[in-house]
């Protein structure tokens, strides 16, 4: 009977949570106006800059239209399986088959709601199994926490970054599992959590793995303190614990070995701890622990309820809790700020990666161990104890106006609301708990459902204020803008069925300075381009684009808001998408409702032509891409003109303006060009015989810009305007471009082109003769995963530009083969499957020895049913 009153604890337990967490979720979500409800979103930032962009790519794998594998849409084309195991591997992606791209906000902010719930079933899980308490007493405080996981802070501020929430309700059955090794129970059940964690997002799964070693630690501790092991039972511990989770690594190795070897083309991140220094100080955790309040760097916001922080404060008061438990708990409550204001610890729980946005992505792990503290403390209340928790309610409350007063850290209202339902929730509990006490039951009941409400409404009060910060109104323009970029691409694909590369000068934002960070539209629409932005670049390539005149920004792209005719015809990009006209690119349709108009290029060179050349490999080595994209034309056709030539200038400064006076050639045979290399970010802006052209050597700005002209003037003014001009005058470049020569060697690359050619995502073919000393250029980036066969055997190759492909070929006839394969894969998933089979084997025989003990208990005549069952 007992054990059945606890699953009906268990399943209400559960049940509950999950139905309160959706229900304020569906009230927020209508009153905030996020869609369905409305017109906002919680798709911001780079949910919306880039997640929603890989929805749409996602979709088109799942259709069957795109690759994982690999794709032309990532910028000059790559493996995409970084990207998946980072952003689409969770479960919840499959949803995708139901909503259409016009539907992608709905989509989000529902997996958003539902992964919350999650959270709090999960930690609703946890608690009951973990204390093992099912008296009807503290179901409602069971509900009430394991909502509060649901509805915290973190949720809110990182709900944009939606993978990171698999993490989220991920991590109390991690540390459960974790909880029951060190009790001595079956260990493979923690091998399938984490791997099943690292399949659906590795990096929130690498913030839950290095939490439950703390945890493990932790749950050690006080198995220490309650049954005082012995030291070889504790490494016994220890090694399953290890072992269980070396178990959990290899089980996700079909997916995560391979995402490895991805992410081994860029180089973000060191194991280097940094210096042994703090970060703020531990003050600003109490003062952020109030409604609305947001992490900074040195200032992180934990806030998961008004009665939480007043039960873990108790803890340290309650003398049913032994001293040195209650010390070893205050251990786990210093430890988890500890991650935050210390830089080693700040660091690891960054995974020693370059965080430059999103402080803090690790918080929601301390917000699981106040939700613990709060639960574990609340389990040892007794009448007489009452009165404390009001006294530290109320001294608590004066406290935080009182540092409101002296250092405001957020508005008066939050401050102030948020002590008001301190001591509101404070004392709604204290009077449930003398109902409790007295067993009068309509009072409890009365005062259960008054500390309901109360507690949702703090939560309610605190998510109502984060939602603003973190969701915007564009569900109406993203649907406007989708219409119509399906319209321009679908047109251009319709008309020219051919493999060629798409780029565009404007994107779905891009505001007055001209910049943008939206650089994943080719895989939206399933293009290929030269644009990508993702967290797994391969570095090579970005390398290459640099010095072709558009520049790295950060770890993570580069900036192609730009026609640079020169790299884009050496690139294959046949058609541009701008709002202007570039001088050199034909318009063949004009400006959609987008505001973007279809122009193309007419010096495209093809995807895959022959060359002859005798000068060999590359050595040009310096940092003008002007001349680097002149050496690489040398290279492939070796004429005796330069695509660019250099123009002459002069300049004054005046005051904050920098006056350039650009002498350029007449007629309309010529593309114009500038870059002025900075030597510190200044935020400028460049201006054309007054035409604004773009903001300048900031974040987001290119360095090659083009310069319209009308082909009758001879001097074009050019204003560079900036707070400080911190250029390097000595090396400012303005070249034009001579359409004549581009057109000899397109003219040249298309009478080689090779005719007989199939280019797909992952796939090469091509048949074509060649004369002895002859090479295929071959418009690919190169990748060590490319097998590439030419006649059957491995082929010579070059690299052009240290990224292009040059092909050594045999003089007759040729067969290139290329074929694309994941690093990684067929061992990651013959690891994953041995693994498997081996937890199976182990589960197997722990059953077999616990059924033929039990058979021997009954020949014993001493076999407990209740045990077996």
């Not at 639960?375 to 009165?387: D, E, N």
């Not at 990684?824 to 041995?834: E, F, N, T, V």
Request: hydrophobic letters at 45%; proline letters at 3%; aromatic letters at 14%.
């Amino acid at each position: 009977m007992k054990q059945n009153h606890h699953y009906t604890f268990e399943t209400k337990a559960v049940l509950y949570s999950g139905l309160l967490t959706f229900a304020l979720l569906c009230i927020l979500f209508a009153v905030g106006g996020l869609a369905p409800f409305g017109s906002k979103s919680l798709a911001v930032m780079d949910a919306d800059i880039q997640y929603l962009d890989f929805f749409s790519y996602f979709k088109d794998v799942l259709s069957g239209k795109n690759t994982i594998g690999y794709t032309f849409g990532k910028t000059l084309g790559g493996s995409n399986i970084a990207v998946f195991s980072y952003y689409l591997s969770s479960p919840f992606n499959l949803l995708l088959f139901f909503f259409s791209n016009q539907q992608l906000h709905t989509f989000f902010d529902l997996v958003v709601a539902l992964k919350l719930t999650l959270a709090s079933v999960a930690f609703a899980y946890f608690s009951v199994h973990r204390f093992n308490r099912s008296s009807d007493e503290n179901l409602c405080l069971y509900v009430l926490i394991s909502t509060a996981y649901g509805l915290c802070q973190y949720n809110f501020a990182q709900a944009s970054n939606i993978m990171w929430l698999d993490g989220v309700y991920m991590l109390p059955f991690i540390l459960l599992q974790v909880y029951y090794i060190v009790r001595g129970k079956k260990s493979w059940t923690l091998s399938f959590l984490v791997g099943t964690a690292i399949l659906f997002n590795w990096y929130s799964a690498g913030i839950d793995c290095l939490f439950s070693g703390f945890w493990f630690l932790f749950e050690c501790g006080l198995l220490f303190i309650e049954k005082h092991p012995q030291f070889k039972q504790l490494v016994r511990l220890a090694l399953r614990y290890v072992a269980a989770m070396i178990l959990g690594v290899l089980l996700s190795a079909a997916l995560f070995f391979p995402t490895i070897g991805a992410l081994r083309k860029s180089t973000r991140g060191s194991l280097h701890l940094g210096r042994l220094e703090f970060l703020g100080n531990f003050s600003t955790a109490f003062q952020s622990y109030t409604y609305g309040s947001v992490s900074k760097l040195g200032s992180v916001a934990l806030f998961c309820g008004s009665l939480v922080i007043i039960l873990v404060i108790f803890i340290f008061f309650n003398r049913n809790i032994s001293v040195l438990k209650r010390i070893w708990l205050g251990a786990l409550f210093a430890g988890s700020l500890l991650i935050f204001y210390w830089k080693p610890f700040y660091r690891a729980f960054s995974l020693f990666q370059w965080v430059s946005s999103y402080d803090y992505r690790y918080s929601y792990v301390t917000i699981f161990a106040l939700l613990f503290l709060a639960l574990h403390g609340s389990r040892a209340i007794t009448k007489a104890m009452l009165p404390r928790i009001a006294l530290i309610a109320v001294l608590y409350s004066l406290c935080l106006v009182t540092l409101f007063h002296l250092h405001p850290v957020n508005t008066r209202a939050n401050v102030y609301g948020t002590a008001l339902f301190i001591l509101l929730t404070s004392g709604l509990y204290i009077l449930l708990k003398l109902a409790s006490v007295q067993g009068a039951a309509i009072p409890r009941r009365i005062f259960a459902a008054a500390l309901v409400l109360a507690f949702s409404l703090d939560l309610s009060i605190n998510a109502k204020l984060l939602i603003p910060i973190y969701s915007s109104d564009n569900v109406a323009s993203y649907q406007s803008y989708r219409t119509n970029q399906e319209a321009l691409i679908s047109s251009i694909k319709s008309s020219d069925p051919s493999f060629y590369r798409i780029s565009q000068t404007t994107t779905r934002s891009f505001g007055g300075s001209h910049l943008t960070a939206y650089y994943n539209e080719a895989l939206a629409y399933n293009y290929a381009s030269i644009s990508g932005y993702t967290s797994s670049p391969d570095d090579n390539q970005r390398a290459f684009l640099d010095r072709l005149g558009y520049p790295m920004c950060g770890e993570n792209m580069c900036i192609t808001n730009t026609s640079i005719l020169g790299a884009d015809s050496l690139l294959g990009v046949k058609y541009i998408l701008s709002p202007y006209p570039i001088q050199g690119l034909d318009e063949i349709s004009t400006a959609s409702d987008n505001g973007k108009a279809i122009y193309q290029n007419p010096y495209a060179l093809p995807m895959a032509f022959v060359y002859h050349s005798e000068q060999g490999s590359l050595s040009d080595s310096s940092q003008n891409p002007f001349e680097f994209q002149n050496a690489l034309y040398k290279q492939l056709f070796d004429l005796p003109d330069d695509v660019y030539i250099p123009l002459a200038f002069t300049y004054d400064i005046d005051g904050d303006s920098l006056n350039i006076h650009l002498s350029v050639p007449s007629g309309s045979n010529y593309t114009v060009y500038g870059n002025l290399p900075w030597n510190s970010e200044v935020n400028a802006s460049i201006s054309a015989d007054g035409q604004f052209i773009t903001q300048y050597a900031c974040w987001l700005s290119p360095s090659v810009f083009y310069i319209p002209t009308s082909g009758e003037s001879s001097i074009c003014e050019i204003t560079v305007s900036a707070g400080s001009l911190d250029f390097n005058l000595d090396n400012m470049q303005f070249y034009a471009l001579d359409q004549n020569v581009l057109a000899q060697c397109a003219a040249l690359a298309n009478s080689q082109k090779v005719e007989a050619l199939s280019i797909e995502n992952g796939s090469i073919q091509a048949d074509l003769t060649a004369r002895s000393g002859d090479k295929l250029f071959l418009s690919v980036p190169a990748d060590d995963d490319w097998d590439i066969l030419l006649n059957g055997s491995p082929a010579e190759v070059d690299l052009i530009g240290d990224c292009l492909y040059g092909i050594s070929l045999s003089e007759g006839s040729n067969k290139l083969s290329m074929a694309y394969h994941i690093r990684y894969l067929k061992p990651g998933i013959a690891i994953s499957l041995l693994t498997l089979i081996l937890l199976c084997a182990i589960e197997f025989m722990k059953k077999k020895q616990f059924f033929l003990k039990a058979e021997e208990d009954v020949t014993n005549e001493d076999f407990n049913y209740r045990t077996l069952l």
